[in-house]
């Protein structure tokens, strides 16, 4: 039997997740999985508490008593004073208090999350509420740090947009995670009723589960190690989530490729430079000052490469899921129609071997970093054009067609007017080595900014998403007859701008996307993505749901030869 989402059961273990996470979405108050309190603090605190009293015991009783007699180890003058009995009462009063506090703030820490809202409150002395909205959710990240997967926890960053309006479940089951992530996607999809429905005709078999659940409790405890090394080597993105041809991997070769190509690397290469002149010049304070910073850089190399690894990208019926992590694992599920603009992205040391990087705005981001320890507004650390194409299918759904993969790929690599309004001559004077490369093109319901020389970039803003638009012209424009244009979305790494384009042209341009970005945020219907006519795609933005007229030329008649 399918799914009411349309999509086929993912086998036992995610059905009993989900049955799991429909008891925690009844509007009723939860708390969090009761290992919470040692792995937000627990740990690190006695971590902390050993290293204080193994290294800085004898400054600390120095400092704080000053007495003569306590210059040497504490722990010999306990003995020599038979004050063994009250050091250990004293050590369990304060393990017990610390036990004590972590209890009572894991029974004040509770969520809830009903048909509208996810919320969140805590806090002993001073209690705090958070809550976001279903219909304001920009993306659910489901983090599983090292620690957490052996206890079998994992915690889930409800992105939200506005600023610092994240909510964070930290921590809850594994199994139980995953469940809620999937049910408030779907409530905030608007299938959840349908689910409803599906659930109460499956009712009456429950009972018949009680008995056997019951008869298995002795083999679950007895599995549970092998379900911890099951988690760990159990691929980031489930088989079942995805259909494999939308899957987009990174391979490791090309993944530390990309890290020794890097810009980080030229700035390490110079600073070797500096310390080989620095030492053949008698200047050898140089190796005291920067010595120490060029062995930490090592550690950038490593961090990088392993958050990266097992990286995948593909697309679910929730919308588009990203994982990757080899140690701690992460993987973030970004609805449709959440992606404000995207950039493809080519720095000068990766045009050798045809690689590129994808970056998007969002109006919500995770409090984690995401892949390569990047911003998680990273969706492709490297890959290929083939991976570029894959990739921009997935967060612009039903734009990537045959009709536009020409138009994508010369917006890419392509110089001067092909296919694209690029800025006249006269604009060399302003950009003399970019000005070829300038250029924009309407394509249904986005806009695609092509610029940069060096660093190549294309631009892809979605009408629906533009917040607003800006025709600028400086005194040194007017005298060109050129301006400036500039695109406004949420904050994020994407910067939509494009100057030195022909005046009489950005007029032209301004008119027609102001007209389009109405249209297209009329007709927009993404953010309930579950009501979407089951003949048209579940993740279609809106310029794939709405009639599609062939692309307006904005070539305006000039007055000069290009």
């Known amino acids: 039997m399918t799914r009411p989402d349309g999509r086929a059961p993912a086998g036992p273990p995610l059905t009993r997740a989900e049955r799991a996470a429909e008891r925690y979405t009844d509007g009723e108050w939860h708390r969090l999985h009761p290992a919470t309190p040692l792995l937000r603090g627990g740990i690190v605190f006695i971590a902390i508490f050993g290293f204080v009293l193994s290294n800085l015991r004898e400054r600390l009783i120095g400092f704080f008593v000053g007495t003569p007699q306590y210059a040497g180890d504490p722990l010999d003058a306990i003995y020599d004073h038979g004050w063994e009995g009250w050091a250990l009462l004293g050590v369990a009063v304060i393990l017990l208090l610390c036990f004590g506090a972590f209890y ?32 304001r959710i920009q993306g659910i990240n489901l983090v599983r740090p090292v620690l957490a997967r052996i206890f079998g926890a994992a915690k889930l960053d409800v992105s939200v947009a506005g600023h610092d309006a994240n909510v964070q479940l930290a ?49 679950v ?43 980080f690397t030229v700035f390490v290469v110079i600073v070797v430079a500096v310390l080989i002149w620095g030492a053949t010049s008698g200047a050898m304070w140089l190796l005291i000052v920067v010595l120490p910073g060029l ?40 609805p449709p129609g959440r992606i404000h603009a995207v950039e493809v992205l080519q720095p000068l040391l990766w045009r050798p071997f045809g690689w590129w990087q994808i970056r998007i705005d969002t109006a919500g981001h995770s409090r984690e970093k995401g892949a390569a320890g990047q911003p998680n507004t990273t969706m492709l650390p490297v890959g290929d054009a083939t991976d570029v194409s894959r990739v921009l299918s997935l967060v612009l759904p039903g734009f990537v067609t045959e009709e536009h993969r020409e138009v994508i790929e010369a917006g890419m690599v392509s110089r001067g007017r092909d296919l694209f309004t690029g800025s006249p001559r006269r604009a060399a004077w302003i950009r003399p080595l970019s000005w070829q490369r300038t ?28 917040q607003s638009l800006e025709l600028q012209q400086g005194p040194l424009d007017a005298a060109l007859a050129l301006a ?43 953010h309930r993505w579950g009501r979407i006519a089951p003949d048209e795609p579940r993740t279609a933005p809106a310029a794939s749901r709405t009639s599609v007229d062939a692309p307006i030329p904005l070539d305006a008649p000039r007055t000069e030869e290009s």
């Open 295 to 334: 062995i930490g850089s090592a550690s950038f190399y490593i961090n990088r490469f392993t958050k990266s690894l097992r990286y995948s990208i593909a697309g679910t019926a929730d919308g588009v899921r990203v994982g990757f992590g080899l140690l701690s694992t992460s993987n973030e599920t970004l």
């Open 484 to 526: 400036e244009a500039r695109f406004h979305t949420v904050s994020g790494p994407v910067r939509p701008r494009l100057a030195a384009i022909d005046a009489p042209n950005g007029v032209r341009l301004f008119e027609e996307v102001s007209a389009r970005a109405v249209a297209a945020a009329d007709a927009d219907r993404s």
């Open 439 to 466: 250029g924009y093109r309407l394509v249904d319901d986005a806009i695609l900014l092509r610029r940069g020389l060096i660093w190549r970039s294309l631009a892809i803003v979605p009408l629906a998403r533009l």
């Open 104 to 135: 009572l703030s894991w029974r004040m820490h509770s969520f809830r999350i009903t048909g509208d809202a996810v919320e969140v409150r805590s806090g002993i002395l001073f209690r705090t509420q958070r809550k976001a909205r279903l219909d």
């Open 221 to 263: 405890v007895g599995d549970l190690v092998g379900r911890r090394v099951n988690e760990f080597l159990a691929p980031e993105l489930d088989p079942n989530a995805a259909p494999p041809e939308s899957v987009v991997k990174i391979p490791p070769l090309r993944l530390l490729g990309s890290l020794l190509l890097s810009g």
């Open 171 to 219: 921590y809850l089951g594994s199994s139980l995670a995953d469940g809620l992530r999937g049910d408030v996607l779907r409530l905030a999809s608007g299938v959840r009723a349908a689910e409803a429905e599906a659930a109460a005709e499956q009712s009456s078999a429950a009972p018949g589960e009680v008995s056997g659940q019951a008869a298995s409790r002795t083999a």
